[in-house]
């Protein structure tokens, strides 16, 4: 469990499957020219296509004072812009995990772990917001 909340009506829990979920989603809108990694640059390979993500590997997701810190690691396929790519995950990502979630982002860390066309480049290039 990542959050807990006691309110009037409940107690509201998020999870760090839910984050893990916006994230996902947020990759797949690049149709395949942007890959989630480990830290090592390793592709998930199937694991996303049957909906589950293994978060201790792809992703850090903590809750601090001001909100929520994330980092997670991607590869890129060759030709794809990694400034273009990365601003629009961390925007997308920021504005779904606020609008669903209710709670605020303090950082989002995109991590470039690699280049891919016919092999992979090892790479090591974090933009943060």
């Known amino acids: 469990m990542l959050y807990k909340m006691e309110t009037e009506e409940g107690t509201i829990f998020i999870d760090k499957s839910v984050i893990g979920k916006i ?14 990694s480990n830290h090592k640059g390793k592709t998930s390979g199937i694991v996303p296509k049957i909906g589950v993500i293994d978060d201790r590997n792809f992703m850090d997701i903590e809750v601090g004072e001001k909100g929520i810190d994330i980092r997670f690691y991607i590869v890129i396929r060759f030709g794809t812009s990694i400034n273009r790519v990365t601003e629009a995950l961390i925007e997308r990502i920021k504005k779904n995990i606020e609008l669903i979630t209710g709670l605020e982002v303090e950082s989002i860390a995109v991590v470039v772990t690699g280049i891919l066309s016919k092999q992979m480049v090892r790479r090591n290039i974090e933009v943060r917001r």
């Open 23 to 36: 994230i996902l989603e947020a990759v797949e809108q690049f149709g395949g020219k942007v890959l989630l």
